[in-house]
């Protein structure tokens, strides 16, 4: 089983996620934008029960502006971490977070929000994929 281990930015907070991600790609709304202060955030989503804290779980805040994303960071250096998403049972490990993990984006989310177009020849979401509560629909490049 593939095991890829991550850090916050100074590695007061260490842990590891086990298997395969179940989504990874690149999400557009506000929320992300801001918690990322870029204009796009790169994700990988995993089952909740393949995150394993392997030091540091003191250290991790938490801050939720609604009950679909529970952001966790460093107290120490203020590195962000991963979300958690309860209602779906998925937990979100930021990319840049996992150094080993070959990124292979498969999706665009919330594309009708990005500031930042990208022409990659991904499907691009208005929102999110109907089996996550979203529309289903694309919008073109």
């Known amino acids: 089983m593939n095991q890829y281990q991550g ?4 590695g007061a907070v260490q842990f590891k996620v086990s298997g395969t991600p179940e989504a990874m790609g690149f999400c557009h709304c506000d929320s992300c934008r801001r918690w990322s202060a870029g204009p796009v955030n790169a994700f990988s989503l995993w089952p909740s029960d393949t995150l394993e804290v392997l030091s540091g779980a003191d250290q991790i805040g938490e801050f939720h502006l609604t009950e679909r994303s529970h952001r966790k960071w460093c107290k120490q250096c203020g590195g962000h971490i991963f979300t958690d998403h309860p209602q779906w049972g998925l937990v979100d490990v930021y990319v840049a977070n996992l150094p080993q993990l070959g990124f292979e984006p498969a999706l665009h989310v ?3 929000e990005s500031v930042l177009p990208i022409r990659d020849g991904l499907p691009k979401m208005k929102d999110l994929p109907a089996e996550m509560g979203g529309s289903g629909d694309t919008i073109p490049e």
Not at 7 to 10: S, T
Request: a positive charge.
């Open 7 to 10: 850090k916050c930015f100074c």
């Open 110 to 112: 919330h594309y009708q």
